[in-house]
T-cell receptor
Framework: AAGVIQSPRHLIKEKRETATLKCYPIPRHDTVYWYQQGPGQDPQFLISFYEKMQSDKGSIPDRFSAQQFSDYHSELNMSSLELGDSALYFC????????????FGPGTRLTVT | AQSVSQHNHHVILSEAASLELGCNYSYGGTVNLFWYVQYPGQHLQLLLKYFSGDPLVKGIKGFEAEFIKSKFSFNLRKPSVQWSDTAEYFCAVGHKLTFGGGTRVLVKP
């Protein structure tokens, strides 16, 4: 079965640089979620999109923005990167018809040096 | 506001032992409860979920969980663990998931 695809899997950036993470949901899933998992921490909800519109916002810094495109893939744009942004970024997708059952992608490991 | 907490941060047990991981939640809306597992170096995988109906939920890999409304609990159980169950287990609640801190389980062969 098709799963959530994230790219790149690993990314190394320097402070103050920008990064773009991509997420391709499971086919026919209409909702995408972004989570940030710091070392030894729980995943923290950042933002979600339903049918290309932002549906919920969590603890996403103002330096970050995201959008969902017409093909339902989503991109998380991160600017003015800080050392503390180093984390694993997960994307998850779901279908509204499945009561928010979320399927996670493999994550993008971002390292800021 | 929603919150969830897991009782233990680390559990060590031997193969064939029984496992029970505690989870308590606080949520004002419709209850959507999940257990996810994260094997070393891998992404989160859904073990099981509860939305309504039978409070005893069976999931993958022989796991089950019981929703007890009066105790605000959703504990995860497995009667007999294997070495391959070594992982971190997360209880989560809601539709923008709030996670409970995770429990690292080490199964000794």
């Amino acid at each position: 079965a098709a799963g959530v695809i994230q790219s790149p899997r690993h990314l190394i950036k320097e402070k103050r640089e920008t990064a773009t993470l991509k997420c391709y949901p499971i086919p026919r899933h209409d909702t995408v979620y972004w989570y940030q998992q710091g070392p030894g921490q729980d995943p923290q909800f950042l933002i979600s999109f339903y049918e290309k519109m932002q549906s919920d916002k969590g603890s996403i810094p103002d330096r970050f923005s995201a959008q969902q495109f017409s093909d339902y893939h989503s991109e998380l744009n991160m600017s003015s990167l800080e050392l503390g942004d180093s984390a694993l970024y997960f994307c998850a997708s779901s279908s509204r018809g499945s009561s928010y059952e979320q399927y996670f992608g493999p994550g993008t490991r971002l390292t800021v040096t | 506001a929603q919150s969830v907490s897991q009782h233990n941060h680390h559990v060590i047990l031997s193969e064939a032992a029984s496992l029970e991981l505690g989870c308590n939640y606080s949520y004002g809306g419709t209850v959507n409860l999940f257990w996810y597992v994260q094997y070393p170096g891998q992404h989160l995988q859904l073990l099981l979920k509860y939305f309504s109906g039978d409070p005893l939920v069976k999931g993958i890999k022989g796991f089950e969980a019981e929703f007890i409304k009066s105790k605000f609990s959703f504990n995860l159980r497995k009667p007999s663990v294997q070495w391959s169950d070594t992982a971190e287990y997360f209880c989560a609640v809601g539709h923008k998931l709030t996670f409970g801190g995770g429990t690292r389980v080490l199964v000794k062969p």
